[in-house]
């Protein structure tokens, strides 16, 4: 039996007039698009490490601002960088790209952002007479790499640490918020960054102790 043949669209006149009817295609989901998204990207050039360099870049673009006390403007600058560091690590996992260098570069990437705009904050701080603000930050930045050492640590010894209150996201927002509504910024004199770093260094030895804790209890077991 021969195959069946799809006959050609019809022309209709009307009004003295041709015309050929066209098939209409059905829209693409909201589903079908990201999928399609997806895998141009996977098949592109770009690489986790790419996305991370990328991160590290608008980190110190961050840093440099918050010292020219552009505050507004270097919480932009940090929160996009900060956005970064969490999309290299759903793009290694998604496309197979990752590599175990590529993950050891991550997390270094990390550390060197957080401390550098920390840094910038400190000198910020200092620059103004305030001696007290500048000595929490560098309790902030010596706690929040505390944070993630303990985590390392308890890691390497078989024990899962994701405890805590002061993780990396948490600890973003924080130092998002006071660089955003900081005294002088674009949306208002709130004065939030020494609140933020008071905050910010007192949630970080919290969430060392709790983790201190937590591996102790674990391996007492």
Avoid at 114 to 133: K, P, R, S, T, W
């Amino acid at each position: 039996m021969a195959p069946r043949q799809h006959a050609p669209p019809r022309r209709v006149r009307r009004g003295g007039y041709r015309y050929r009817r066209r098939r209409v295609r059905a829209p693409i989901g909201a589903g079908e698009r990201r999928a399609l998204v997806r895998n141009r990207l996977i098949e592109s050039r770009l690489t986790p490490n790419a996305i991370s360099l990328t991160g590290l870049a608008l980190n110190l673009l961050a840093a440099v601002l918050v010292w020219e006390q552009l505050m507004f403007l270097g919480g932009v600058a940090f929160i996009v960088g900060s956005i970064m560091d969490t999309l290299d690590g759903r793009y290694s996992r998604m496309s197979g790209k990752g590599t175990p260098f590529g993950a050891f570069l991550d997390s270094t990437i990390d550390r060197v952002e957080e401390g550098i705009v920390l840094a910038a904050v400190a000198g910020y701080f200092a620059l103004h007479g305030d001696q007290v603000a500048a000595a929490a930050v560098v309790v902030a930045v010596l706690a929040s790499l505390m944070v993630s050492y303990t985590r390392a640590r308890a890691e390497a010894l078989g024990v899962e640490c994701k405890v805590g209150l002061a993780t990396r996201p948490v600890r973003v927002v924080i130092l998002s918020i006071g660089l955003v509504f900081a005294k002088g910024a674009s949306l208002g004199d709130f004065g939030l960054l020494k609140p933020a770093v008071y905050v910010l260094a007192a949630l970080s030895l919290v969430t060392v102790a709790q983790r201190i804790w937590h591996v102790r209890r674990v391996l007492a077991v």
